[in-house]
């Protein structure tokens, strides 16, 4: 009564992995270039030990690789009950040594666009060697070394002889959480960045406020999340949360892209700040209600001003997301002060215009904030001239590649998002259609194509809060993040990833990840956190 | 860039609640009969006191009762810290008293097939009354009550002056659990029933083997999970679990229909009874694969009543659920002592009166163990003359009534399961379509309609486990569940069942069940179980 409904979901070649675990030794998401040998080595925790390389520029006293030894050290050893690693060092002679050597400092600070994240990882008899140029590609390596350590029937941890070379195939490969049709508690917001890190996942894309709340504390206006969240203390991110999570996602080599998405998708704001919007009409009278912020007052760029230098003094990374999607231009139409804006400006009544308006003035203001901008693929759409610098987020279905070409072709940057809209629940092997994405199957030059600069899985807030996030993100969001990270080539085939997937979704469960099944089995470790 | 995409799912009328949180005086499932007025009365945990009615026959010392008295404590004042509500009675001189008066006993025992659930409930300045026949239906009473009860902006708890006539439109609301594809550990398990008896569901379906795994423990066939399980300790559930399952049922009024599918599904069950299933050929020789039991030896039989024998001894419900769906012939077809029963019995080539014959032996078996066989619906469809009594489970889609049609007009019980496969993913607001069915609306006279004594929610575990099963399963099987207990006609409308439901869920939630949000908004208070 169930299978043969179910069934023709079946991704061919699946049956035969009916019941079984596999055990494969892989990385996820693939690396670059990774050559195993059947020689393995014992681990125990008892022995294990991270160092310093002599001629290393990173040395001990640096937060984020510290840190990542702690972290590993338990994620290594899950039965070790904690991270205190040099505990256990002087019992045993011969520690296995994982010696990390970075070429180039700063220890810490932000990761940031362009920070290289290569590495090198050799695994022989008695050590490991880890080299990279800085301590982002350290911690990709660090989390690549820990997916190489299984454990045996037995319970004895082992790793086998192994050489990595390895680099992301994008520089940007984002996750969006919307965290206003749904407040996420701070903590299903860390435990996202924690699985994104497994899955070598490097931005997280936070929509923080839209139409339904505004739960971001500012400090210059406190009334926008006081009248705007859903609640004004406990539905709220106050100026500590938000660093938690920077500093959380920071730790991880993760950057924080913030968003404050206008014109539209602003109604929260409006209780806040009651003048911000533009009043609608119903005939000749206000109706009461309101449409998106009014571009055409003086006030509205001082506040965006304002909101915006707040922002980007608690936001450290050089991007900003300014939105611009969806605007519904019936209120503005309805307005007389706005549709005598347009006769002074000559917009006749083309209402795009009026939006390309507001959103050169609200890029500017990020530019002179020295941010770089990124827009929803509707700005650019609709502003055809004089195109200010500004990263294009493609996010409309239909032929998308149609519009990265558009985009790459104006000299603009691309975010592509479209084919990874994850909060769209279906089968979990929808992971293959995650899976078989080919970002730069357009015609174009070389030059166009580096334009791409990676992609974003999106967790839109209409049906997802904290009681589904996770297993509707993992492991599905491990699809796009390998497509992302590795050669396009070496993972064309969903037959081959299944497997991988299956083991690296157990991984996930063993690390507290609620991460979903692709197909009947089982793991060794089930999720124990009902 | 998101909701414009995901407002094709919409609900008409739904925009208007965004945001908000509904304040709904309501229960769900929804009772036959409510009375609600304004006039509130203030409850204080310490002074709130559960008693029997001095003409109740059933009095202290009843287990059932006891216990959802102090589990109802708890539900109704959350914040209490636990149920000792007998604790705080003495600091207050005029408790709020809710007298219950159970008119027949037994105190105790097993809900089953016919246990009336029918309860008054009435609620007035100082008390409440509840007066039910049984037990059951003084938990159903309960229950309402518990949903009765709101909390103030303030947190101060109250209840509304109510008069509830309450009876189930069906005696069958069940739900089935499949931990054969997926092992769900027992927690998963008692976590489900838990929210079942908030949703007034009352049958756990238990399908407990399949193909992929056996993790049933048998006494007298130990090898069958030994061999057939994932895990021979860790994914298996032993006579000491089972029982801990019947018992949690058992005190939320919930039935426990096992389920022992066969002759298909069965392919766990060779591996630790090597003769039971059949052998397929290649040609002339053995493939080395297997089938369906085999259903031409007399060890099959001797088997069968074992196992059946034990499964009676354990599982106390006077139904068993004994499968017959989707036998896949072509084993059968190729195997040459098959062919020659086939001749022997005169059955031609028609498959399907081998597996009639079968079942026929099965249900035999059954019916001497004085227990009545629930099968699916293919052992109807094949078993055209002299069907033994069977309860017919309809899974099949396509018109589905169709299929009630026919199997009521033979003069069978049918339980209704076709609509309600919620395994399969989709908008959470499919909720809508799991709440439109209308399990009556055949052709048929009134003793066929008396037929159809209910109907089931399906989480099959092909892309299910402990991960994902609360999300997925609630809140949507409670729309299945109001279908299944209230009035059709006072419950036909979506739009009026969307608030009550959205508030249910948050009721959920506060009660611990990981249950995902209908649409856009939020609840006082969110899941905090990440």
Request: proline letters at 6%.
């Amino acid at each position: 009564m169930s299978s043969r409904c179910n069934l023709r979901f079946l991704i061919p070649g699946l049956a035969l992995l009916l019941g079984g675990v596999p055990s494969v030794l892989a990385v996820w998401p693939q690396p670059q270039q990774i050559r195993n040998s059947a020689e393995r080595y014992s681990l125990s925790a008892r022995a294990f030990l991270f160092k310093h390389a002599d001629v290393s520029a990173v040395r001990s006293g640096c937060d984020v690789l510290d840190q990542a030894f702690t972290r590993y050290f338990t994620l290594i050893f899950p039965e070790s009950g904690g991270g205190a690693h040099n505990r256990y060092f002087w019992t045993e002679a011969d520690p296995f040594t994982v010696e990390v050597n970075v070429a180039e400092g700063p220890c810490d600070g932000y990761p940031a666009e362009g920070s290289i994240e290569n590495y090198k990882l050799t695994v022989s008899p008695g050590q490991a060697v880890l080299t990279s140029v800085t301590v982002w590609g350290a911690l990709r390596g660090l989390e690549s070394l820990s997916q190489l350590v299984e454990q045996d029937d037995y319970g004895a941890y082992y790793i086998n002889k192994t050489e990595i070379e390895d680099f992301p195939r994008f520089q940007f490969r984002g996750l969006l959480l919307d965290t206003s049709r749904h407040y996420l508690p701070l903590q299903a917001i860390l435990k996202t960045l924690d699985a994104m890190a497994y899955s070598k996942l490097n931005v997280f894309h936070w929509h923080i406020v839209d139409d339904p709340s505004f739960p971001y504390q500012s400090r210059k206006y406190p009334d926008l999340s006081k009248k705007g969240a859903y609640h004004p203390f406990t539905h709220i991110y106050t100026q500590t949360d938000v660093r938690r999570v920077i500093e959380h996602a920071r730790l991880r080599g993760i950057r924080v892209l913030a968003e404050f998405d206008s014109p539209g998708h602003t109604q929260s704001w409006g209780n806040g700040q009651p003048s911000l919007l533009t009043p609608c009409y119903r005939g000749d009278v206000p109706s009461g209600t309101y449409g998106p912020v009014n571009p055409i007052l003086d006030s509205t760029y001082v506040f965006m001003a304002n909101l915006l230098k707040e922002v980007t003094s608690v936001f450290p990374d050089s991007y900003i997301h300014l939105g611009g999607d969806e605007v519904d231009f019936s209120c503005w139409k309805s307005n007389p002060d706005i549709k005598a804006f347009m006769k002074k400006m000559g917009f006749g009544s083309d209402f795009t215009k009026l939006e390309s308006f507001y959103m050169q003035n609200i890029v500017n203001i990020s530019t002179m904030l020295n941010r770089s901008s990124v827009v929803w693929q509707d700005v650019f759409d609709y502003h055809e001239i004089n195109r200010p610098r500004y990263v294009v987020e493609v996010w409309k279905w239909g032929c998308y590649l149609c519009e990265v070409r558009r985009v790459t072709k104006a000299g603009l940057k691309v975010i592509l998002a479209s084919p990874w809209y994850l909060d769209l629940p279906g089968p979990t092997h929808d992971w293959a259609r995650y899976y078989n994405v080919r970002p730069l199957a357009f015609k174009g030059t070389e030059e166009q194509k580096k334009l791409v600069i990676g992609g974003e899985v999106c967790m839109w807030g209409e049906y997802v809060d904290a009681t589904n996030l996770s297993p509707r993100l993992w492991p599905r969001a491990c699809a796009a993040a390998e497509r992302l990270w590795s050669d396009e080539v070496q993972t064309s085939s969903v037959d081959q990833a299944f497997p991988r997937l299956t083991d690296f979704r157990c991984r996930l469960l063993r690390r507290g990840i609620q991460a979903e099944p692709l197909y009947v089995g089982h793991c060794k470790n089930e999720y124990q956190g009902i």
